[in-house]
Structure formats: structure tokens, C-alpha cells
């Protein structure tokens, strides 16, 4: 489970653009949830996936429309001339013909459900053609704008990619891997035996979800072999899912591995894409692991794999020689002494295999996510200090140059950072302090595509040097006539942050944005909460939206605070939840609520709270331990029974329910059911294939079996993300109006 929050909140503008107070001497419009959810986007232009040319000649990124903020264009910007033009017009080269359910349900992994148009791409490795998947088919782009079909087939084509040395298009097809001349010609099935429940070159549903493993096979950098993925549901346990619609209901029989029963059977072969030989790797004599990273050296003369136990608490990297498959194991990650057991291994992909043998490696060893190269059997710690290392950006392996992102200055901020190899003591931060950043960098690391917002400028992108200077404003979107938010700034509010300490004294940080207060007055509180393990922080010095804007004009404080469990603080922060998910979390976000109580112009009695999926789940865990304490709740997507829930997620966290049955029945959201008296709204979607409907009508018959009263908002058709084109705004008119009931005073 992955964070699924709203695009809640906003915060004070100005620094990009002009002032907010400027800009409100020449806007009068107030904000509606129409045109909240409408276009163009009121966050201005939010272009995604931005990337470099092989060659560095080009960025390449999706740009939304202004008239259609879901349909995404190819679009790219020459970075001698700053000229930009569209390569593919997805209205234009699409078919709009229907996607197969297995793209569906990648795009719903991929969190981009709702997204229509170009999705992905991908540059060949020459630099003078994109591969671009579009309405189920592939196409070649080239740099003038022109576009050549590559397929054209009913299936639909999954997890496409130009291999490394230019030579083929690669692709899955009825659960088969296919390879096709890029320069043309027929496409040739390298693997045969996919169907029914065996699948070749997917990433299983486990990995898609929780491991962020997107594909299910890698090809070598000259293009003379490809590892494969093949994996076999049949051990899995059938669900069978009813997708609820308007006008009719489809029934899926989805095999979905629920938390302490079996996973899928997984094999990985290296396959010689010309003679079609097969070599099945040495995985070892336990069936019943997770495959989590394939990786091939740079000289391609070995495959690094990545196996990760059952139970999470032991990584091995294994060195394959892929002529014979046979493995060895380089070394093992496991969970710290410290732990004493209570704790697991979170997977990253901030590691980098150099040209000399040596690798870039991230561990939690020390308590936090740090860098440390592992060289002849040998560590040598990089990074160090009570701050977490986020991503490894780019590798300068001429130089001996890494770059990074992490919170070394500020836990609310992430920032870009180098360092030397030969001197890794010393660390340069490369952005600017106050904004929160990621970054993406060509393959030679010469220069970085940064991405950043502040509390006062919505996102940016622009292309910077290796020293972080930057080039040229790819996005600048800043805050003047012209810009979508512009006209709504007469009502905007500053968002503020603070702290308090919880029960054992750790300190939690809150983010709070208020009307403009009048003397005496007391406001009632949206209180939104995510609160679950492994996601990113929500409290952090950005700009993310500008429904909170909204919420504090109909007269509401909005609040949130990022409590113990969450991530980005070290483990020892985030490994309070385990075998405990409901308790820790629970109180601090109780504990959240009792601080606002402490502060005057808040009316005690009129503190609502909000939360989807994981956040859900706090809903009532919130409700059940603290009666009183709410004046209402709704609860979006909630899981309600974790043994409904995945393996890699749930046991991680909890354990196997068969021989940890306890921390299954504590953290359950069934057993204290009758404790609710606070009013409660539950809302799901009827065709949720990540949290089932079935944890709604469990939960929903266990209220009513008690007696107890409550609402429900239940969406035909609407998978995990509730939303899209009226369907938003009848989601957040229905969340307000149970809510304003029982805050009166906010309008």
C-alpha cells in the first residue's frame, strides 16, 4: 500500500511570480470545487517524466492539456535553443481504442489510472527515436515530428522498452515475451509456454504494487541476452473481484495473495534472443521468496539479483553467471541488532554496479539510509548522520561524482546534494534551502532535470549543471497573469509549521493553515491524516494543491501531522509499527488532536478528520480508540481485516496471521466496532482491486450487526482512486456536507 491522498493541500505564494499580495489586488474569484477538479489545472502546467536525449541535445517530458488536465502530449525542448515542440499529439495518433485489463491495472499500480494519451516513453539509445506507447499499440517518434506504427494488434502490448544497444523492441503479448527489430520487421516470440496462469516478462501483481518492480525482464547492455521473469499464479487463492458498474457488474476472478497465503511461483531464465536458449538461474532451494531487483554488470558478463526472504528480514545479492545460471551469494542486508528482532528491510533503488566492479549501495544499517560503496568484500560508508538518503540520482563515473537527494539540512525538505569518492566526507548541496526537490540526471551525470516547489511557488522544472546552476527554466509556471491560480489569490492563506512532542517524546512535526482569525472566535478543524508505514512525508515545505485553500475559506483550520510509523525519519521512527499498526499511529494523531484543543481559536468540539486508504483505516482506528475526540469522521478506502490485504505489505508489518495471530486481531478495524459513537462516513469504491470492496462491506455489516449507526458513499465503477471528472467533486460535496453538519459554523 502506497500513499493515495487527494492533492490537499496548498500554502502561501509569491516567490516565482509576484507577490501574494499583489496578486490579490488583481484577483477577485473565490475557489469552487468545480473549478478545483476542472481545467487547466490550477497548479499551472505539471508536466511529467522529464528526460534527457542519450546525447544530452534534447529534454523530453508529458505535458497535460490546458483544455483536458487527465490527456497527456510528447513534447520536447531543443537545450541549445530553448525551442519547444510536440512530438505526438495523442488525439491525433491515437486510436482510442479500449485498453486490455492487465494495462488497466498496471496503470492503477502506476497510481495514473485517469491518466488518457501519452503515458510513458521511452528514448533508443542513438537518441534519434522515441518508442511511445499509445491506446494499447506502440509507435516509433522521430525528432521531426514524425510517427511509424510498430504494432497494430487487438492484444495490446505491456512493459515495451528499446533494449540497451538500439537493436530491438522489446514487449509482452499474451504473457509472452516478443522481441522486434527496431529498424523493422516481424517480432519473434522468445517464450512459449505463457497462458492461463503463466506469465513471462510481467512483474506479478506483488511486485507492481509494494515492491516497485515494474517489469519482469532486463535485457543485457549489448543486446545479446535477456533475464526473464516467468511466474506462475496457480498456487495463489482466487478472488473473485465484482468490478460493481452504473449499468452492470463485471466479475474478475483476480488471483490476489492475501497476507499468509501463498505468493506466485518465481523463476528467472536468461534467454539468447537469437537462438532462443534458455538458462534458468539458480534462485536457491526456497521457493517461497520475493524476486526484488535484476540487474546486469556493465560489461554484461554478470546478472546481479536481488532475493528477498519471506518474512523481509534477510536481502541477499546474488552474482549469476548467466552462461550456466548458477549463483552465488556477494553479500546479505539484514535487520539491525538494535531491533531486537521487532523490525524489516525496506527495498531501494539507490544502488549503481561501476564500471571497476565496484558498487553504490544504500543500507539502513546505521539507523538511517546512507550511501556506502562495497568494493573486494569491503564496505566504506559514504553518508552518515541522523538524515535520510532518498535516491541516488546520478553517477559521474569519470569523475568518481554521486548525487543524491535527502534531508541532511531540513527533515521538511528533500534537496540535492554530491559528493566525491575520493573525499565523501565532503557533501555540496546543489539546490536551493526552502524548496523541496528531486531531480533526474542524464546516464554521464553532466546535468540534472530538477523538480521543485516551495510553501510559495507551485512546481517547477529546470535543467542544471553538474554544480546545480541552473541552465534553463524547463517549466517555470510561475505565479503572474496568465496563470491558472492567479485569479484566486485574493482568498489564499500562508500555511504554517510547528511541533509537539509525543508520549515518549519524540518530536512530530504539523503543517496548519488557518483563516484569517478574528479576536474571540474559535474555528472548527479539518484534521487530514494518512499516518501509514513505508510512504513519503506529508508535512514538507511544498506546495500540493488547492483544496485546503478551499476548506479554510468555508471557515476550517486544516491540519496534518506526520506521526511515528511514517517515513524519512530513520527506522527506529518508522519500526514502532511493527506487529502494532493501530496503536502508536493512533495516539499520535490523538495526541495531534489534543495539541489543536491547547490553541484558542480552535473550538474543541468541532475537530473533523479525513483519511484515504491507509488513512482510512485511522478513520476508524481514530474513532474506536478515541470516542470524543472527533466531532466526525470519513474514512475513504479503508482496509478494515489485514488478513484481506497482500502478502509483501501486510506480513512485513504484522507477520504471518498464521502464527501471529495476534497482531492480526489487534490491528483489525472489526473487533472494536462497537466502540464508534462519533459520526462516520465510509466510502469506497465499487471496483477497488487494491483495497477490495469486500473490507467496506465487511466492516459496514459488522456496524449495522450492532446496531451502530452510520453513512456510506459507495462509487460504481471507481477503482482505489475515487475521482475524475464530476466524480471529484461529487466525492468532496458529499465528504463537506456530512462534515459541515457537525461543524456549524463553517460555511
Known sequence: MRKWLLGLALVSLGSAGMTVEAAAQAASQSLTLERIFGSPDLNGQTPRAPRLSPDGKYLTLLRNRADEKERFDLWAMDTTSGEWRMLVDSKKIGSGAELSEAEKMQRERLRIGGSKGVVAYGWAPDGKSILVPLDGDLYLATLDGQTRRLTETTQGE???????????????????????????????????????????????????????????????????????????????????????????????????????????????????????????????????????????????????????????????????????????????????????????????????????????????????????????????????????????????????????????????????YALDLAHPDKVTRLTEAGWNNGATMDGAATRAIVTRSSPSQPSQVYLADAAGKRIAWVEENALKPGHPYYPYAVSHRKTQYGSFKAKDGTTL???????????????????????????????????????????????????????????????????????AMGTVEVEDQVAGANYLKTLPFVDPKKIVTYGWSYGGYMSIKMLEKAPGVFAAAVSGAPVTRWELYDTHYTERYLGDPKTDPQSYASSDALAEAGNIRDPLLLIHGMADDNVVFENATVFAARMQAQGKPFEMMFYPGQTHRVGGPGVSVHLWETILNFLDRYTTDAK
Open 509 to 579: 512535526y504539523w503543517e496548519m493553515i488557518t483563516p484569517e482569525l478574528e479576536p474571540g472566535k474559535r474555528y472548527p478543524v479539518f484534521f487530514e491524516h494518512y499516518g501509514g508505514p513505508g510512504t513519503g512525508q506529508q508535512v514538507m515545505h511544498r506546495w500540493t494543491g488547492a483544496l485546503p485553500q478551499y476548506l479554510v475559506d468555508r471557515g476550517y483550520v486544516y491540519f496534518r501531522i506526520d506521526n511515528r510509523g511514517s517515513f524519512n525519519r530513520g527506522k527506529e521512527f518508522e519500526d514502532h509499527i511493527y506487529h
Open 158 to 416: 505491456l512493459n515495451p522498452t528499446v533494449s540497451p544497444a538500439g537493436g530491438f523492441v522489446s514487449f509482452v503479448r499474451d504473457q509472452n515475451l516478443f522481441v522486434q527489430p527496431l529498424n523493422g520487421g516481424a517480432a519473434k516470440q522468445l517464450t512459449t509456454t505463457g497462458a492461463d496462469t503463466v506469465h513471462w516478462g510481467e512483474a506479478e501483481f506483488i511486485a507492481q504494487e509494494e515492491m516497485d518492480r515494474r517489469t519482469g525482464y532486463w535485457w543485457s547492455p549489448d543486446d545479446s541476452l535477456v533475464a526473464v521473469e516467468r511466474f506462475d499464479e496457480a498456487p495463489v487463492g482466487v478472488v473473485r473481484r465484482a468490478a460493481i458498474g452504473a449499468e452492470g457488474t463485471s466479475i474478475y476472478e483476480q488471483r490476489y495473495p492475501a497476507a499468509g497465503t501463498p505468493n506466485v511461483l518465481v523463476e528467472l531464465y536468461v534467454i539468447d534472443p537469437a537462438s532462443g536458449r534458455q538458462v534458468k538461474v539458480d534462485l536457491g532451494a526456497n521457493p517461497d521468496i520475493y524476486l526484488a531487483r535484476v540487474d546486469w554488470a556493465p560489461n554484461g558478463k554478470t546478472l546481479y539479483v536481488q532475493r528477498q526472504s519471506r518474512d523481509q528480514k534477510r536481502l541477499d545479492m546474488l552474482k549469476v553467471d548467466p552462461a550456466t545460471g548458477k549463483a552465488s551469494v556477494l553479500f546479505s542486508e539484514t535487520i539491525r541488532p538494535e531491533a531486537g528482532g521487532k523490525s524489516w528491510l525496506n527495498l531501494s533503488d539507490a544502488y549503481h554496479f561501476m564500471p571497476d566492479g565496484s558498487l553504490i549501495w544504500s543500507s539502513e544499517r546505521s539507523g538511517f539510509r546512507h550511501l556506502y560503496r562495497y568494493a573486494g568484500g569491503k564496505w566504506k560508508q559514504l553518508t552518515k548522520g541522523p538524515w535520510v538518503v532518498t535516491d541516488l540520482v546520478g553517477v559521474d563515473e569519470a569523475r568518481g561524482r554521486l548525487f543524491f537527494t535527502a534531508n541532511k539540512d531540513d527533515l521538511l525538505e528533500q534537496q540535492l
